[in-house]
């Protein structure tokens, strides 16, 4: 089955700074790469989506890049801020039906004022 | 605002009692979904109901019964719960169960056995 590996699994930033999420999968026939920010007791909540066929997409200050060679994505956060501080999950779903998505561990963003 | 409703948000059982979560979303969704989330880890897929039929079951131990009247509605059915079950349960949502439709969750239900 498909494997997601996340790192790091903390990261502490200064208000303003940029911070980077990085995900490597292990099955070249996943085609869809969600991220979810989890804030402390809050619901998981899809901030942004890329599929296989896009190598960049970018909403504001969060982009996310996926290398299909490397078989790995990533996610920018630009600018960041206090309210950007929360727990962030990657995940890979295989081109299939009856697929699901396999997430990362998860990342603990501290942006500090 | 979640468009997935879920209730109760917490809910505190013993190992002997009988309760169901329940999950709402009028988004016309097909696809439904349960998943367990333990403290400071990612979710974890129990259930797929794809058009109101069960179509993915990941070894959930039978305590565990799910339900979908139709295709609004999700539940639960919680029965002889062991202590290890404490954890956020989570309903998401999709479009259908394709491989790149978004999924999107409520806000859970806290459950807590004694």
């Known amino acids: 089955g498909e494997n997601v590996e996340q790192h790091p699994s903390t990261l502490s930033v200064q208000e303003g700074d940029s911070a980077v999420i990085k995900c490597t999968y292990s099955?070249?026939?996943?085609?869809?790469f969600p991220w979810y920010k989890q804030e402390l007791g809050k619901r998981p909540q899809l901030i942004i989506d890329i599929r296989s066929n896009v190598g960049e997409k970018k909403d504001q200050r969060i982009a996310v890049t996926l290398n299909k060679t490397a078989k790995h994505f990533s996610l920018h956060i630009t600018e960041t801020q206090p309210e950007d501080s929360a727990v962030y999950f990657c995940?890979?779903?295989?081109?299939?039906?009856?697929?699901?998505?396999?997430f990362g561990k998860g990342t603990m963003l501290l942006v500090s004022p | 605002d979640t468009e997935v409703t879920q209730t109760p948000k917490h809910l505190v059982m013993g190992m002997t009692n009988k309760k169901s979560l329940k999950c709402e979303q009028h988004m016309g969704h097909r696809a439904m979904y349960w998943y367990k989330q333990k403290a400071k880890k990612p979710p974890e897929l129990m259930f797929v109901y794809s058009y109101e039929k069960l179509s993915i079951n990941e070894s959930v131990p039978s305590r565990f019964s799910p339900e979908c009247p139709n295709s609004s509605l999700l539940n639960l059915h919680l029965h002889a719960l062991q202590p290890e079950d404490s954890a956020l349960y989570l309903c998401?949502?999709?479009?259908?169960?394709?491989?790149?439709?978004?999924?999107?969750f409520g806000d859970g239900t806290r459950l807590s056995i004694l």
């Open positions: 099955d070249s026939a996943s085609n869809y």
């Open positions: 998401a949502s999709s479009q259908d169960s394709g491989p790149n439709q978004p999924q999107h």
């Open positions: 995940a890979a779903r295989l081109d299939s039906g009856y697929s699901t998505l396999t």
